[in-house]
């Protein structure tokens, strides 16, 4: 396995997991390539082909193998003074301690199942999510030490890959913050305090903020640190924090299995809402636990299991929850959703998304973070949009996405995807050119995010729209979601 990773090429490392004798046999090609949400055919390209230089891709795939921080280092562009890509085990944890800063990003410490492992992050997302000066101020002490040939003040390089991201990654931390932290996650029982957590819990926020202007993949390297900081550290403190810090890990893994849905890896995110449950039940999180049931729903849409996808949203509206007013607001109308795809008939889907209404109108106004906080009257009108089509009236869900479109109140992120939704009704309605253009609108939106789960959408609508190939304004909506 060492010889692979000193080769720097990802392919040969998936040879050497595949044919280790830890296994007892050859694991075959299908069986890992469901592992790395690959096919078969992909894996056997990657293994014998050129090696892969996607850094997201590098990233993903690293997380999935758990390969430990002493083993790990990606080959970045080549610099000009890079002599040699020959490396031995003696140089190995050199290369593993370095954080490598470059045009072309730099690698950051990330804790994995209690493991730090270094990921590449490209220099957008550093500059993006406030990374850069962070980045800055530590090759600086790094130049300074190397000069000086003293100790990185108490900070140093081992204080920050035990932390990993969150000591090292997680934006706005000034120096007092990042010693805070850093001496938090160094002795977790006695310094992991209430000011630490709430930290957490303010860069949670942010992200969830950030989502909807940076798109899922820019949030996953910070979402991720954070998730792997919080379990870490929550082996090791008084029951009291532990119980605050899995509840707070529960509201992230939910979001962490958001990403992932966005990005379209169902398998990952089926792990986060399990991990999310979880945690819920340990922190003795009842509403949690019923919003997971909630989301888990929302994906079975994703899959088009409609018989799931209602009975999980009738569990999720168990009184047992005890969800806030809004969250039922949505079970509500999920639930609705469900019997549309089901056929039941348009008066009691109506009664349902009718009974959604009353209870979000009656809803107390929460905390900006509260959960369900984000079921506001646009969101809701915008899911009985996709309710209507469902329930086969195309045409007066196209109306309900124009009307909520036009305030101009969503992120960038839900714009692209919302008019998809709605490309997606005006086609199912017979008007080919607006789907057309609507559709190409949304299509830059979704490239510019990374948003998978609005591609798909669009892929559908696509579908629909082929008895109209030959119309110029569809020809340029393929050309737009094919480039």
Known sequence: MREA????????????????????????????????????????????????????????????????????????????????????????QSAAMTLEVSQAGGLLP????????????????????????????????????????????????????????????????????????????????????????????????????????????????????????????????????????LALGAD????????????????AAVFWYDRAMEWAQEADNAAMQGYVLLKKSQMAYDERDALRMLTLAQAAGSDRWQLPARVRAEVTQQEALGRAMLGDPLDVVRGQLADAETLLTNAPEDQPDALGAYFTGHTRLLRDAITYTEAGKPSLAADLFSDVMSTGTLSHRDTGFFNARRAAALALSGEPDEAARVGKASAAVAHEVRSERTVRVLGEVLQTLDRWRSRPAVREFRESLTA
């Open 252 to 267: 992230g893994a939910e979001f962490a299995g958001w990403l992932y849905r966005d990005i379209q890896q169902p398998q």
């Open 5 to 92: 990773l000193a080769s720097w090429h990802m392919g040969q490392v998936f040879y050497a997991y595949r044919s280790h004798p830890w296994h007892g046999r050859v694991l075959s090609q299908e069986a890992m390539a469901a592992w790395l949400d690959l096919n078969q055919a992909q894996l056997s390209r990657i293994e014998s082909g050129k090696p892969p230089q996607d850094l997201g891709k590098l990233m993903r795939w690293a997380h999935s193998l758990k390969i430990p921080a002493d083993l790990l280092w990606f080959k970045l562009p080549a610099r000009k003074d890079e002599a040699s890509t020959e490396a031995t085990p003696a140089t190995a």
């Open 110 to 245: 990330v804790v994995v199942n209690g493991r730090t492992v270094l990921v590449p992050v490209d220099a957008e997302t550093i500059a993006t999510s406030g990374l850069g000066s962070l980045f800055g101020q530590l090759v600086e002490e790094s130049a300074a030490r190397a000069t000086e040939r003293e100790p990185m003040s108490p900070l140093n390089r081992r204080d920050l890959l035990k932390g990993g991201i969150a000591a090292v990654a997680l934006p706005g931390l000034g120096l007092d913050e990042l010693h805070h932290v850093a001496a938090a996650l160094d002795d977790a029982h006695c310094y992991l305090d209430g000011p630490v957590v709430d930290y957490f819990r303010h860069v949670l926020d942010k992200a969830k903020r950030d989502d909807g202007a940076l798109g899922p993949k820019k949030t996953l390297p910070v979402m991720l640190g954070l998730l792997g900081a919080i379990e870490a550290q929550a082996r090791d403190v008084k029951p009291g924090v532990r119980r605050e810090l």
